[in-house]
């Protein structure tokens, strides 16, 4: 498939041209604030390269070795802001899929032999 300019969603290297996100952000001072376990923003307009950009630094940390990045997109709860139920549903949804995440991927390379029970 020839490569185009993608307008929606995150980049995908092989299908779309791009600019490295290491180009467009200060990842010297991201890689500084995670080594003092400190929290960061990514702001910026609509469809400017912040999911990319932390996809693409979530694969540079998992290829170090130093440290596991998990990726979890919370979005969807912002669906309706004005109802609180419909809201809190959908993060609630992530929240679970989140900790089955952790469940299954995370623990086990902390505690090999910790075994989790289900609520």
Not at 8 to 19: S, T
Not at 35 to 46: D, E, I, S, T, W
Not at 88 to 94: A, L
Request: charged share 30%; with cysteine.
């Amino acid at each position: 498939m020839e490569k185009f300019f993608n307008t929606a969603g995150p980049i995908i290297k092989e299908d779309h041209y791009y600019i490295s996100s290491f180009d467009r952000v200060d990842y010297e001072e991201i890689e500084r604030l995670i080594r003092q376990k400190r929290y960061f923003v990514l702001h910026a307009p609509r469809q400017t390269g912040k999911t990319s950009a932390l996809l693409e630094m979530m694969e540079r940390i998992n290829s170090e070795g130093r440290y596991d990045c998990l990726y979890v997109n919370i979005e969807a709860s912002q669906v309706d802001r004005d109802d609180a139920i419909v809201r809190d549903h959908f993060v609630g949804q992530n929240l679970e899929r989140l900790y089955r995440l952790v469940q299954e991927y995370i623990l086990p390379l902390f505690f090999p032999y910790f075994i989790v029970k289900n609520f």
